[in-house]
């Protein structure tokens, strides 16, 4: 790897192939050799998750703006990125289940006196395009929010399977 100080895209898509070059933490640009793929033949396994990998890469677009910055917030200051906290999310639930998981697209928060529920709207059954799905709707219980919140005044609400597995969803935090 090595630094660079100017980045011209006509270069970058000159050296497409051979020189790969990228920001390094978002700050730096650098450059390295292009990654070569692996000689040996993908095990279908292999093809399988890369499958799942991309799906889940381009479910990303339809997550709203409210979805995408709780994603943002709850990763903030950790080493993953939220984009990496997803697909990780997404790519444990399809191991666990053999099965894609249902992604939360948005969500709502109801109050009502000191109670709080959280409305989620979850796209669900589409194929490995992630096309013809449905939106499914699920809620949480009134939860009383001075019972259950942290010391900061902070209730933290996600959604998980009963197995205890998290779907892709972030962690919604709730402040009154």
Known sequence: ??????????????????????????????????????????????????NVFRLSKKLLFLLSDKVEEAWKQTSFGRRP???????????????????YPPVVKDYAVEWQNNNVRVLWYLYNNYDIQGLGGSVLEKTTDWLDFYSLCNYKGELWVSLFTVDGIHLPAPWVILTR
């Open 1 to 50: 790897m090595a630094k660079v100080s100017e980045v011209d895209r006509g270069v970058i898509i000159q050296m497409r192939g051979y020189l790969d070059y990228y920001k390094y933490r978002c700050q730096i640009w650098v450059c390295r050799k292009w990654p070569s793929l692996p000689s040996p033949p993908y095990t279908a396994l292999q093809k399988t998750y890369q």
């Open 81 to 99: 990125q939220w984009i990496d906290s997803f697909t990780g999310v997404f790519l444990k639930y399809y191991k666990v289940y053999a099965n």
